[in-house]
């Protein structure tokens, strides 16, 4: 019994959704061209899919679990339960116009050109705004759309903000904010869910290191109070006796957006030789 997810076969998503399957100790005998893989060490079959594809993919139960974007999902598979948010490949979908053009409010989609390739989306959007447009729906390139006169507005998706810069256009609306899900087959059974969950803890615990540094920093006896109160830690910091008389090491795991806030408090209490370390897995 093998558990079978899908993964992009290229674009945005592969290289991050082979790495986090890569970090929880799975090795996938991987011939580049290859449409299907193993796994050498976990009951996992990997089959390497279009991302636009792979809703309907799960819906069949032809495999079990996906790494897709949630922005894809909400497309075109509102049905298909997520189990993780995997902290990838963040960016948004939004609507965008002409730079010239003065935009006041969603009713300005009024009757108006929008492409996209994300005609559910923006039918939602705009139906909950009382609004009607006119959606052509374009698989790519969707930004050139309005330069070449092929519509008057567009939808698609803004990571960075260049790619609408380039093309003379402002995001005007945003409809959703996406990153990369791992979601489940609805008809998955229970065996497959079993190995789901051993697949779900190991990502679990990567993701949470993911989050974490580990510190080490030395400190005179008398100031570590007043450092360990800046320090959250998982349940309390470790202090250990340093060689050197009147001194301690202190040992804690910290949020890694929390970090840099904490790191000038933390020398201007006396804080000395401090190291900052990547954590593997985080198990609570
Ligand atoms: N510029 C971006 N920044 C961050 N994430 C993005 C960006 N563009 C796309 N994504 C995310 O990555 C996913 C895959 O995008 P990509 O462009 O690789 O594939 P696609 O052409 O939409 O899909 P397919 O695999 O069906 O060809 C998107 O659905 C979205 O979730
Ligand atoms: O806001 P930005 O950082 O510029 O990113 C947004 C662009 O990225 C994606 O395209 P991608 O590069 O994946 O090309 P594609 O159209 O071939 O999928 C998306 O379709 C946008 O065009
Ligand atoms: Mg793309």
Redesign the pocket.
């Known amino acids: 019994m093998k558990i079978r997810i899908a993964v ?7 290289e991050d959704s082979i790495q986090i399957l890569k970090d929880c100790g799975i090795s996938i005998d991987n011939g580049k061209d290859q449409l299907r893989a193993l796994s050498r060490n976990f009951p996992l079959e990997v089959f390497y ?6 809703p309907q993919y799960l819906r069949d139960g032809v495999v079990d679990v996906a790494i ?5 999902l909400i497309e075109k598979g509102e049905d298909i339960p997520i189990a993780e948010r995997l902290g ?4 948004k979908v939004s609507l965008a116009v002409p730079k010239s053009i003065q935009y006041n409010s969603v009713r300005d989609f009024e009757g108006k050109r929008i492409a996209t ?1 994300y005609p559910n989306t923006v039918r939602n959007y705009l139906e909950k705004h009382g609004v009607k447009a006119d959606l052509h729906i374009i ?2 390139s969707v930004e050139i759309a309005p330069n070449i006169g092929l519509a008057d507005a567009i939808c698609d ?4 903000g260049s ?1 609408l810069f380039k093309n003379n256009l402002k995001e005007v609306e945003v409809m959703l904010t ?3 899900v791992l979601a489940v087959s609805p008809k998955i059974s229970t065996e497959r869910k079993e190995l789901l969950d051993k697949l779900q803890f190991r990502i679990q615990s990567v993701l949470r290191a993911r989050q974490s540094k580990y510190i080490l920093l030395n400190a005179p006896n008398e100031k570590l109070s007043a450092i360990i109160k800046l320090l959250p830690g998982m349940r309390s910091p470790t202090v250990l006796p340093l060689a050197e008389e009147g001194w301690s090491s202190v040992h804690t795991v910290i949020n890694k957006d929390k970090f840099w806030e904490v790191l000038a408090e933390l020398k201007r209490n006396g804080a000395e030789g401090i190291l900052v370390c990547p954590i593997e897995k985080m198990v609570l």
Request: aromatic share 4%; proline share 0%.
């Open positions: 992009q076969k290229t674009g945005r998503l592969n899919l279009r991302n636009g594809d792979i897709i974007g949630e922005n894809v990838f490949s963040k960016c390739s698989n790519g998706i803004v990571s960075s790619t996406s990153e990369a």
